[in-house]
């Protein structure tokens, strides 16, 4: 069971800060008027596959051993 908590602790640390990065930038965009139509279809596009991308990351993180993530 503790294997499992490294794994997902891991995955879910590197979720959060990819979310506060992209919430950053969007903020940083909006603030200085460059946020148009165009440029949050693009971001949504690619916070999809972001999302996608974790998904079929964590089938392959699950079936990894916890040592790899230890330091």
Same mark, same amino acid.
């Given at each position: 069971? #503790?294997?499992?908590?490294v794994?997902? &602790?891991?995955l879910?640390t ?10 950053? #930038?969007v #903020? &940083? ?8 139509s ?6 949504l596009? #690619?916070?999809?596959?972001?999302m996608?991308?974790t998904?079929?990351?964590?089938s392959?993180? &699950? ?8 330091v």
């Open positions: 069971m #503790t294997d499992d908590l794994k997902d &602790a891991f879910a590197e979720a959060a800060s990819s979310l506060a990065v992209y919430g950053a #930038t #903020t &940083a965009f909006h603030r200085f008027g460059a946020l148009l165009h440029i949050i279809a693009r971001r596009i #690619t916070g999809g596959s972001i996608a991308d998904l079929c990351a964590h392959i993180v &699950a079936g990894m051993s916890a040592n790899i993530f230890r």
